[in-house]
């Protein structure tokens, strides 16, 4: 199992081109999953539905099951926010698991940059930046493709992807 990161600013296009990628890997016969960082409060459940009863009672987790998925809600109730290691170590076997956030974590990345976001770009403050997936062309001397270029960005992300166990040991070693 492999992982690789997507980083860059808010409206980069990081969703967007994850959502072209997935088919493309799956037609190459890859099983793709994602981890994305959300912000603060978020919910996956509908106020007023079941699940949502039981885990404002204060049930630690919910699992809701149908024949067609099953998610499992973890309630932190104040515990720290796990780091990207312990959520790897919940994920199914897999090729290629995708981070979408977690930018302090020293796992390799490939940078989302749009030009018209007028935002700068990471990659000379983060090492773990691998590759650049932009608009417009950018002057480094890492690998860069184009945004719609999804067969390039995909094949970027698979030769930057790493070991899941190596990107856990390199999180360890800043603690």
């Known amino acids: 199992m492999k992982v690789i ?9 990081k969703t ?8 493309h890997f799956n037609a190459q016969g890859l ?20 699940s949502w009863r039981h885990r404002e009672a204060g049930a630690a987790e919910v699992l809701v099951a149908s024949s067609n998925r099953w998610a499992l809600m973890h309630e932190l109730r104040g515990a720290a926010e796990p780091r990207l290691p312990e959520l790897l170590g919940k994920l199914s076997a897999v ?20 030009a018209g976001n007028g935002k700068p770009l990471l990659f ?4 773990g930046i691998a590759g ?21 960005a995909a094949e ?6 790493m070991p899941v166990e190596e990107a856990v040991a390199k999180s360890a070693a800043i603690g």
Do not use: C, N, Y
Not at 5 to 13: E, H, P, R, V
């Open 95 to 114: 090729d290629l698991v995708v981070v979408e956030g977690f930018k302090r974590e020293p796992h390799r990345k490939i940078e989302v940059h749009r």
């Open 156 to 161: 970027l992300l698979l030769r930057a992807a």
């Open 132 to 152: 650049i997936a932009s608009d417009v062309a950018i002057d480094t001397r890492l690998p860069t493709v184009h945004l719609d270029d999804i067969a390039a």
């Open 31 to 50: 099983r793709v999953s994602v981890i994305k960082h959300a912000h603060h409060q978020f919910d996956v459940d509908v106020p007023g539905k079941d």
């Open 16 to 23: 967007t081109l994850l959502t072209r990628l997935i088919p």
């Open 124 to 127: 000379p403050d983060d090492p």
């Open 5 to 13: 990161g997507l980083a860059g600013w808010s409206g980069a296009g």
